[in-house]
């Protein structure tokens, strides 16, 4: 008997059952029911129902080569026949050290971790341990994963945000300690004065500023390289450390944005694409601070560990995808880029809807904005933009294209020129709809 409803939607049903809100992480839910996937082969996903799209998704930018990559699949699936995890060291695990850290020149040592998450919370805690303070200085808006001080003011609002030139420590979970929101500062993303004057205020107690360098959340605005410097002069002259979060930008170089502009942090998160596909973190940095991680010191100022850190499964497939992701990769899909948004704007101003792209490297978001945004509160999206911006991504998603729900797209190193097309074709319809909704 047929029930006329979709395999995705009866999956849904069941997933309501067991997990709250249906899934284990809220990224992948859409109304009025999230897809599900069949399989993925290159930079095509084919949902249960069979239909393909182009993912330009992929992952949360994690896919840098987009599904199943063949050098990828054949090392793992070799590593897989001689074990998943051991309590020994694999050699893989130190060539693939040596391979990170000869990709930065910040880099000096490397520990691998699990998640960006857990990579962004070492690295907090390491530049506390490092430096015996307290507080975490951070930008507004900036998504850092789920640690409790590197998410604050993640999901500031304009009734809580506060001052522009004090942003308040908003708690992104109910329950949040009042000694961590004490404890993070806020400072406003590309306005060094203001920046400035606020870490002045907590100079002796500023273990770190955490800064990405090219913010999701905040816009995909690239950092201007004059508030990076500003960050590192200040970090430098007041006994404090510049983490910077790389956990989606190391892809814009071959050794993330502090390469492009020559700006050394002392210690840098990574995650994503450098795992191949599976789940990891990195942290990387100078060595002196590195060390507090050093279970040989006699005084071990940081113990870290993680029973799945490193495992041989993730250190092949990410020293696969990374050694495949060399100058000329990097040259090439930053290229597709670029000619990606060079058609897009086309495409804005054939439809003649009020839209801007920001982005940097292989990365890019669309917003229904007049101009790009230069910080959070700009970069906003209020309840307009939301409903044009829903019915943009579900006009894609009906035509066969897969984007970030933000309007983000991360281009993988197996699409040509073909996707491009697909894109921007499908973009320009996705456009005139929308400016239809907005007469
Ligand atoms: C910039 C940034 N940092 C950290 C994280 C957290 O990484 P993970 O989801 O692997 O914990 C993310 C995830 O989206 C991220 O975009």
Partial sequence: MTTGRTRSQELYDRALKVMPGGASRNTILRRPHPLYVERGEGSRVFDVEGVERIDFANNMASLIHGHAHPAIVSAVTEQLKRGTAFTLGTEREIQYAEHMVQRAGSFSKIRFVNSGTEAVMACLKASRAFTGRPKIAKVEGAY?????????????????????????????????????LDDVIVIPFNDS??????????????????????????????AEKEFLQTLRNWTSSNGSLLVFDEVITFRVTCGGVQEKHGIHPDLTAMGKMIGGGFPVGAIAGRGEVMDVMDPLADNVLFPHSGTFSANPITMTAG??????????????????????????????????????????????????????????????????????????????????IIMINTGTVMLSTVMTDYEIDRLSDAMLDGFRRVRELSI
């Fill in 319 to 400: 020293y696969t995808a990374m050694k495949l992701f060399d100058r000329q990769a990097v040259q090439r899909i930053n290229e597709l880029a670029r000619r990606a948004r060079s058609q897009i704007l086309d495409a804005i101003r054939v439809a003649d809807v009020t839209a801007c792209i920001t982005g940097a490297g292989s990365m890019f978001r669309v917003h229904f904005k007049p101009e790009p945004p230069r910080e959070y509160r700009s970069a906003f999206v209020g309840p307009e933009e939301t409903a044009q911006l829903r019915a943009f991504l579900d006009h894609l998603l009906d035509n066969g």
């Fill in 144 to 180: 850092h994963g789920l640690y409790d001080f590197a998410e604050i003011s993640q999901t500031a609002k304009p009734s809580t945000w506060g001052d522009p030139d004090r942003p308040v420590s908003v708690p992104v979970a109910y329950g949040t300690p009042q000694g961590v």
């Fill in 193 to 222: 004065r203001v920046a400035k004057a606020i870490l002045d205020e907590h100079a002796e107690e500023i273990a770190c500023v955490l800064v990405d360098p090219v913010p999701h959340r905040v816009g995909l605005i690239p």
